[in-house]
T-cell receptor
Framework: DAGITQSPRHKVTETGTPVTLRCHQT?????MYWYRQDPGHGLRLIHY???????DKGEVSDGYSVSRSKTEDFLLTLESATSSQTSVYFC??????????FGPGTRLTVL | SQQGEEDPQALSIQEGENATMNCSYK?????LQWYRQNSGRGLVHLIL?????REKHSGRLRVTLDTSKKSSSLLITASRAADTASYFC??????????FGTGTSLTVIP
């Protein structure tokens, strides 16, 4: 497996609370991505980063923000979690070869 | 809307048989990739085919790409129980972003 970890791996939280998910890589890859995976929808891109402090929105970015203050870390924040954000969240990294390497995922439940 | 759509949604075969799954997409691409996801795990890259390629092989995997029909197929030959997983196609878009389909769930029965 590529050197990519996600934390926490599981989280249960309540509606309205802020949540931050962390993605950490040891590969020094330029690109980092946050996806969510839901039944019937496949993987959908939330936000991505193409360098330190350089981020952009994906197709389902509403309600999410990201930050990348150093190459190895990419944080996904849910400012005020809602039940519709219950999902499995995957981080991925990519160098210059188009191949993406995925983390193990974070299962988030918003009650 | 999603760029890639896999077909069939689910496939069940006996061990030793070949498995074929298809992916259709909507707009022009530079490359198309196939990924595998075992239950409860992240996706793993299998193979990439570029728009100027028509066929590519990797071990028991054979991928074809027909840009005129905007479709690709993944063939797994001599399937094994360990091939049981979900398979996704991903197409590139600008800025090193990718669209993933909803996946084909493959079950290989021992």
């Amino acid at each position: 497996d590529a050197g990519i970890t996600q934390s926490p791996r599981h989280k249960v939280t309540e509606t309205g609370t802020p949540v931050t998910l962390r993605c950490h890589q040891t590969e020094n890859h330029r690109y980092m991505y946050w996806y969510r995976q839901d039944p019937g929808h496949g993987l959908r891109l939330i936000h991505y980063s193409y360098g330190v402090k350089d981020t952009d929105k994906g197709e389902v970015s509403d309600g999410y923000s990201v930050s990348r203050s150093k190459t190895e870390d990419f944080l996904l924040t849910l400012e005020s979690a809602t039940s519709s954000q219950t999902s499995v969240y995957f981080c991925a990294i990519s160098g210059n070869t188009d191949t993406q390497y995925f983390g193990p995922g974070t299962r988030l439940t918003v009650l | 809307s999603q760029q890639g759509e896999e077909d069939p949604q689910a496939l069940s075969i006996q061990e030793g048989e070949n498995a074929t799954m298809n992916c259709s997409y909507k707009t022009s691409i530079n490359n198309l990739q196939w990924y595998r996801q075992n239950s409860g795990r992240g996706l793993v890259h299998l193979i990439l085919i570029r728009s100027n390629e028509r066929e590519k092989h990797s071990g028991r995997l054979r991928v074809t790409l027909d840009t005129s029909k905007k479709s690709s197929s993944l063939l797994i030959t001599a399937s094994r129980a360990a091939d049981t997983a979900s398979y996704f196609c991903a197409t590139d878009r600008t800025g090193n972003q990718f669209y993933f389909g909803t996946g084909t769930s493959l079950t290989v029965i021992p």
